[in-house]
């Protein structure tokens, strides 16, 4: 079967620029959870989307929102860019129902904010 | 306080060889999941293996099995027979069980070991 897919892989922004994220998930697949990774802070947590609800959040700005569409498929944005927004995001997608789950990562989309 | 924690930046491994990937968590739940992911320089996080808080046996997948000492919370990954392929970063990762509030069901990652395989 399929697995995640991202788009696009790469893209460069300007300062105060916004850029939306795709990710499609695994067919069957209702969560969708999101995760910036960056040398200095590491993997951390976004927000994560299951049946087109927002169940859960991280710390981060109101500038990065997302949504999920019926049919799973999730979107991310990041409104007024700043450089420090510049790291690899990665969409992960799951069943979405503990206990046991797991998570199919995407190769993720890396972001240069310049 | 840091929820995974893995003590090792950077690991050297002789191909054929087996090599073991340390981790330990902390969590007052009593119901979690721990996972581990490899993360070659393409980007992609790749899952290798599971273990959950309640399973009585250690995980195995292939080449991949884990070490779970659970009074000591460490989930240490071992890699018998390394391979040049294996060469990428590895991550650990916990999935807390239990609703805590915002932020609840996320998988939280440590910074991760650098391993590279020498011919």
């Known amino acids: 079967k399929a697995g995640v897919t991202q788009t696009p892989r790469y893209l460069i922004k300007t300062r105060g620029q916004q850029v939306t994220l795709s990710c499609s998930p695994i067919?069957?697949?209702?969560?969708v959870s999101w995760y910036q990774q960056t040398p200095g802070q590491g993997l951390q947590f976004l927000f994560e989307?299951?049946?087109?609800?927002?169940?859960n959040k991280g710390n981060f700005p109101g500038r990065f929102s997302g949504r999920q569409f019926s049919n799973s498929r999730s979107e991310m944005n990041v409104s007024t860019l700043e450089l420090g927004d510049s790291a690899l995001y990665l969409c992960?997608?799951?069943?979405?129902?503990?206990?046991?789950?797991?998570?199919?990562f995407g190769s993720g989309t890396r972001l240069t904010v310049v | 306080a840091q929820k995974i924690t893995q003590t090792q930046p950077g690991m050297f491994v002789q191909e054929k060889e087996a090599v073991t990937l340390d981790c330990t968590y902390d969590?007052?739940?009593?119901?979690?999941?721990l996972f581990w992911y490899k993360q070659p320089s393409s980007g992609e996080m790749i899952f290798l293996i599971y273990?959950?808080?309640?399973?009585?046996q250690n995980a195995t997948e292939g080449r991949y099995s884990l070490n779970f000492q659970k009074a000591r919370k460490s989930a240490n990954l071992v890699i018998s027979a390394s391979q040049l392929g294996d060469s990428a970063m590895y991550f650990c990762?916990?999935?807390?069980?239990?609703?805590?509030?915002?932020?609840?069901?996320?998988?939280?990652f440590g910074k991760g070991t650098k391993l590279s395989v020498i011919p």
């Open positions: 992960a997608s799951s069943l979405g129902q503990p206990p046991n789950y797991g998570y199919t």
């Open positions: 067919s069957g697949h209702r969560s």
């Open positions: 989307y299951f049946s087109e609800t927002q169940r």
């Open positions: 969590t007052s739940d009593p119901s979690y999941g």
């Open positions: 273990q959950g808080s309640y399973d009585q």
């Open positions: 990762a916990m999935r807390e069980n239990s609703y805590s509030g915002a932020g609840s069901y996320q998988l939280t």
